[in-house]
T-cell receptor
Framework: AQRVTQPEKLLSVFKGAPVELKCNYS??????LFWYVQYSRQRLQLLLR??SRESIKGFTADLNKGETSFHLKKPFAQEEDSAMYYC????????????FGTGTLLAVQP | DAGVIQSPRHEVTEMGQEVTLRCKPI?????LFWYRQTMMRGLELLIY????????DSGMPEDRFSAKMPNASFSTLKIQPSEPRDSAVYFC?????????????FGPGTRLTVL
C-alpha cells in the first residue's frame, strides 16, 4: 500500500540549530516526493520537489530509495521556519493524486 | 496568475443549512482536488477531477457532500445539510494532469464553522 509516514508530530529546536524532519514512504514504483509547508493559518505551499534537487529557504531533501526516506533538512533553523511541514507522495497513474503524511509541526525557539 | 482562488474565506452557518464552497483553479490546470483539514484527522483528500470529470470520490464522507466541476475554471463543494462535525478548513488545489513531478498548488482555504 502507498503510505507516507512522518513519525514526529512536533519538533522543537532552538534558533541556529540543525533541523531534520523525517519522512518515510511506502511505494512499489518510482516515487515522486514533495515537501509542503503551511505557515500559521495560511495555505499549503510547495516547498521542494525531489526531482528538482533544489534548495529552498535553506532546506534540502534527498531521496534515499534504500531507506525509503525523504527527510527535510536545514543546517541552521530560523524562527520564521516555524510552521507545519507535510511530506507527500504522488500516487502514480495518470493523475497527480497526492498521499500526504500527517505533518510535523516545527517550532523554532529564540 | 492569481493562483487558486477560493470563496468564501470564512463561513459560519447553523446546523442543517446548506453550504457551498467555490474554487477557481489556476488557468491551464486540468486536475482539481478538494481537501479537508482538521486537527484530529489532518489533511484528507475528498475528491478530485481530471478534465472536469470526477475520478475518485472515495474520500467524500457521506451523501451530504457533493462536488461538481461544470467547466475547467470552476468547481463547487456542497454540504447539505451541514453538521457541526463538518467544521474544518476546506482547501482546493489544482495541477497539471499527467504532470506527476510538478505537484499541486493550493488555494487559501475556506474556514467553515457549523454551529
Amino acid at each position: 500500500a502507498q503510505r507516507v509516514t512522518q513519525p514526529e508530530k512536533l519538533l522543537s529546536v532552538f534558533k541556529g540549530a540543525p533541523v531534520e524532519l523525517k519522512c518515510n514512504y511506502s511505494y512499489s514504483g518510482s516515487p515522486e516526493l514533495f515537501w509542503y509547508v503551511q505557515y500559521s493559518r495560511q495555505r499549503l505551499q510547495l516547498l521542494l520537489r525531489h526531482i528538482s534537487r533544489e534548495s529552498i529557504k535553506g532546506f534540502t531533501a534527498d531521496l534515499n530509495k534504500g531507506e525509503t526516506s525523504f527527510h527535510l533538512k536545514k543546517p541552521f533553523a530560523q524562527e520564521e521556519d516555524s510552521a507545519m511541514y507535510y511530506c507527500a507522495l504522488n500516487g502514480g497513474g495518470a493523475t497527480n493524486k497526492l498521499i500526504f503524511g500527517t505533518g510535523t509541526l516545527l517550532a523554532v525557539q529564540p | 496568475d492569481a493562483g487558486v482562488i477560493q470563496s468564501p474565506r470564512h463561513e459560519v452557518t447553523e446546523m442543517g443549512q446548506e453550504v457551498t464552497l467555490r474554487c477557481k483553479p489556476i488557468s491551464g490546470h486540468n486536475s482539481l482536488f478538494w481537501y479537508r483539514q482538521t486537527m484530529m484527522r489532518g489533511l484528507e483528500l475528498l475528491i478530485y477531477f481530471n478534465n472536469n470529470v470526477p475520478i475518485d470520490d472515495s474520500g467524500m464522507p457521506e451523501d451530504r457532500f457533493s462536488a461538481k466541476m461544470p467547466n475547467a475554471s470552476f468547481s463547487t463543494l456542497k454540504i447539505q445539510p451541514s453538521e457541526p462535525r463538518d467544521s474544518a478548513v476546506y482547501f482546493c488545489a489544482s495541477s497539471l494532469a499527467h504532470g506527476r513531478r510538478v505537484g499541486q498548488y493550493f488555494g487559501p482555504g475556506t474556514r467553515l464553522t457549523v454551529l
